[in-house]
């Protein structure tokens, strides 16, 4: 049984470029969950999916923020004009609609962004 | 929306003793608390919850308790070993009645460092 993955688990950018992160959840969650976390604090709940379909976004992604789960499997997360302010940890979780509330994590991808 | 305070935010304890971490959360629609282990360059791990018809739960070393009245829930780590060493984030999770998404909210997390 293999864990959410992430990729790629660092990324440094200049301020102004777009990037992509991508998630894979655990075989047959069906809720896919996207966090962000600065040091030193918890993780922030950006935006999450069951299957497909995107069902709640947070105030903190802006319009610059997007994500796609196009097949109800992988997710990806894009960043357009980095700002420095973006530099953190992005966490994705998945967890199976049976399941409830169980979150299970990914290593996250750590974003920098120059 | 709901706020979760974490105390402490720094643990010092010796190898063998107990560790308590505390964590009060806002919002009593809340049901489900979790409890998340993060270790330097990793993503959280879960290492154990509590839902909200519970009092108190607990796995070998690790319990934890809730107090629903007071909206309080604490984790409880005995004869604590090196490997504990981590930082740990407490949740509470608040169901959207539209969407029924379970996002959750996390405490800013407390470093615990046990020493040998």
């Known amino acids: 049984d293999t864990g959410v993955s992430q990729d790629p688990r660092h990324k440094i950018t200049k301020r102004g470029q777009n990037v992509t992160f991508r998630c894979d959840p655990i075989?047959?969650?069906?809720?896919l969950y996207w966090y962000r976390q600065t040091l030193g604090q918890g993780p922030e709940f950006l935006t999450y999916?069951?299957?497909?379909?995107?069902?709640?976004k947070s105030r903190l992604l802006s319009d610059r923020f997007s994500a796609e789960r196009p097949k109800g499997s992988f997710s990806t997360l894009e960043i357009q004009r980095t700002e420095q302010g973006d530099s953190a940890m992005y966490l994705c979780?998945?967890?199976?609609?049976?399941?409830?509330?169980?979150?299970?994590f990914g290593p996250g991808t750590r974003l920098t962004v120059t | 929306g709901e706020n979760v305070e974490q105390h402490p935010s720094t643990l010092s304890v010796q190898e063998g003793d107990s560790a308590v971490i505390k964590c009060t959360y806002s919002?009593?629609?809340?049901?489900?608390f979790p409890w998340y282990k993060q270790e330097l360059g990793k993503g959280p791990q879960l290492i154990i919850d509590?839902?909200?018809?519970?009092g108190e739960k607990k796995d070998q070393r690790i319990a934890v308790t809730l107090n629903k009245t007071a909206k309080h829930f604490s984790l409880h780590i005995t004869e604590t070993q090196p490997e504990d060493s981590a930082v740990y984030f407490c949740?509470?999770?608040?169901?959207?009645?539209?969407?029924?998404?379970?996002?959750?909210?996390f405490g800013k997390g407390t470093k615990l460092s046990v020493i040998p």
């Open positions: 979780a998945s967890s199976h609609i049976q399941g409830v509330d169980e979150q299970y």
């Open positions: 075989s047959e969650h069906n809720r």
């Open positions: 999916f069951q299957n497909e379909a995107q069902l709640e």
């Open positions: 919002d009593s629609a809340s049901n489900y």
């Open positions: 509590i839902r909200s018809n519970v």
């Open positions: 949740a509470a999770s608040i169901r959207n009645s539209g969407a029924g998404s379970y996002q959750l909210t």
